[in-house]
């Protein structure tokens, strides 16, 4: 009667668990396009060193790199058609919970912009951190409008959910480099991910306002006064 080496009962182990997991393919984790939840380990370009970061504008997607043929993917909210750039720079300086000063075109543009807003405060648009661009006015920054990541409505920078932008910003040192380019990349979930683009319900206070505005029964300076002692409704009818 045939007995089984060792060997081959070992072989035989290991085959079959091979084949078991084959057999049971990884549950897809549904998250929410754009959201919190969507920040994904991905398949990159092996062309490019670990540390460096790419701004894709046109995945609306910041790249962290952190192996070569791997990279932290992120959603962002990128420039707006009247503010698009693009090119090489290096992270000059990175600041906890910057002070927001909006540029003298930002207040023309909107003259009811605060003139300077302090690091911390929750209606601060850089959010809780930032990482400067070389001598540029761009930065990659937190936001108090979260729900305009994944649109083009910034003007010039590059905007992150807050928790997002202080993952990136305890893993990157001053001095590395980040391109901001308009290429696509074709990159893939390293983990089985299902999005779903259904909105996060608002509360229903922002959701009457925003519809009265809306109808022309109010404007939104009307609005911006009323909401003063708001500060979380004020910033999202600014941001909207």
Request: hydrophobic fraction near 35%; include cysteine.
């Amino acid at each position: 009667m045939y007995k089984p080496t060792v060997a081959a009962l070992a072989a035989l182990s290991i085959a079959a668990g091979t084949l078991g997991a084959a057999a049971v393919p990884a549950q897809a984790k549904t998250i929410r396009k754009n959201s919190e939840h969507d920040r994904i380990v991905v398949a990159f370009d092996k062309a490019h060193k670990p540390g460096q970061i790419i701004v894709s504008f046109s995945d609306r997607r910041l790249y962290h790199i952190t192996e070569r043929g791997r990279a932290v993917s992120y959603p962002i909210a990128v420039p707006r058609p009247q503010s698009v750039w693009k090119g090489t720079n290096r992270i000059t300086q990175k600041k906890k919970n910057p002070t927001w000063t909006p540029t003298a075109s930002m207040r023309r543009e909107n003259p009811n912009l605060p003139r300077q807003v302090a690091g911390g405060d929750p209606r601060n648009p850089l959010g809780r951190r930032a990482l400067y661009l070389g001598s540029t006015l761009y930065r990659i920054h937190g936001t108090d409008a979260p729900w305009t990541i994944g649109k083009n409505v910034s003007k010039g920078c590059v905007r992150m959910h807050n928790s997002h932008v202080a993952e990136l910003y305890e893993k990157v040192r001053v001095g590395m480099r980040v391109t901001a380019t308009y290429k696509s990349y074709n990159t893939a979930a390293l983990s089985p991910v299902t999005y779903t683009h259904k909105a996060a319900a608002r509360p229903r206070r922002q959701r009457v306002i925003r519809r009265e505005v809306r109808n022309g029964r109010t404007t939104y300076r009307t609005t911006y006064r009323a909401v003063q002692k708001k500060p979380d409704l004020l910033d999202w009818l600014l941001g909207s």
